[in-house]
């Protein structure tokens, strides 16, 4: 099969610029491995008119947007590889859908790292965040945890002062300098030193941390600073450039990958990671597309 362009990733971008593909007529595979980002979260927050709306349905939502689409395809299913041939890209995917296509858009997303925390799987996305944008204004007035290892605890904790009053910084055993410390007591912050033993609570809402020694702290809610990585090494393998943050890098006129004919939307450039931006990068990129194609067939300069 031959197509106009491969979008890999179905969340916000891959299907936010599908839309816009479908709209000017354009012959697009859409392949999705179904792990977006924000699945575990019950709600998306800081969407204009989606506000709340659960992370799923988002998407069921979307795609039943799409059918409207005839030139769009869908498929759930990894790709595997895409190799520059030509002037186009051969690509394969696990369920050994193979094809052509003149275009590929890299939508594939970040994935997480949890802190090793005993009990944080079942509170994640409910009660236990990393993003501060995304779920910080329902705190405000509730007990929190920040935790992160050494200053990073420290830091996250001084910045969730201003959404909320009553933050306790939790550094998980680990060394945290005398100048975080400082500036934890000059925003009255209590630091909780000893390694976390668990986090309990019911039904995804936190109750509690649980510590090797000392008291208990209850807890409504707690936040983390880790970090994230790619979900897919295809951009590296396709030989697109990454900046120091492990973003790919995009030309900001062409909106174009450092490879010729690949594009990346959505958390993949490592920007601003919210749904919103996710959403206008994946229109932007299929507008660059679709202008890149009209300029190739002859219909505008
Ligand atoms: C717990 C949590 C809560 C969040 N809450 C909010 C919020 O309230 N508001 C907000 O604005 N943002 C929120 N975010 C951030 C938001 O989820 C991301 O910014 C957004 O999902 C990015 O969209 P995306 O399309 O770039 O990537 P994703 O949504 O992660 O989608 C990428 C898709 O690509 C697929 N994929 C990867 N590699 C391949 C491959 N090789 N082949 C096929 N498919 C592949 C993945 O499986 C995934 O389905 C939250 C994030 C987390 C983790």
């Known amino acids: 099969m031959k197509f106009d ?43 204009l008119g989606r506000e709340g709306r659960s992370p799923s349905v988002f998407v069921d939502e979307a795609r039943q947007e799409l059918s409207l689409y005839k030139s769009i395809s869908l498929r759930g299913t990894r790709v595997t590889d895409i190799i520059p041939s030509g002037d186009e890209f051969k690509f394969v995917c696990a369920d050994g859908t193979t ?9 594939t997303g970040l994935v997480d790292e949890l802190p090793e925390l005993a009990g ?30 050494g200053d990073k605890g420290a830091e996250l904790a001084i910045m969730m002062k201003h959404w909320m009053a009553d933050v306790v910084a939790c550094c998980d055993g680990t060394e945290v300098s005398t100048k975080a410390k400082r500036k ?8 909780r030193l000893e390694p976390i033993e668990s986090l309990e609570g019911t039904n ?38 990454r900046d120091a943050k492990g973003g790919v890098v995009k030309d900001p006129d062409t909106e174009e990958a450092s490879v010729r004919g690949v594009y990346v939307a959505g958390d993949v450039s490592r920007d601003v990671l919210l749904v919103a931006v996710a959403i206008a990068e994946g229109a932007q990129a299929a507008v660059a597309i679709n202008k890149g194609l009209l300029r190739r067939d002859g219909y505008c300069e």
């Open 5 to 47: 362009v491969l979008i890999v990733g179905g969340g916000p971008a891959g299907l936010s610029a599908a839309l816009i593909l479908g709209r000017c007529h354009r012959k697009a595979l859409l392949c999705d491995e179904g792990h977006q980002r924000n699945l575990s979260s019950h709600a998306i927050h800081g969407l």
């Open 184 to 191: 934890l007591k000059e925003h009255d912050i209590p630091l």
């Open 120 to 149: 944080i799987e079942p509170l994640y996305g409910v009660s236990v965040h990393h993003c501060l944008y995304c779920d910080g204004f329902e705190y405000a007035g509730k007990p929190v945890a920040a935790f992160g290892k």
């Open 99 to 107: 094809g052509l296509t003149s275009k590929v858009l890299l939508a």
């Open 204 to 241: 995804g809402e936190l109750a509690k941390i649980v510590f090797r020694s000392g008291p208990d702290l209850p807890r409504a809610g707690l936040f983390f600073s880790t970090g994230c990585d790619q979900a897919s090494d295809l951009s590296k393998r396709l030989g697109c450039k």
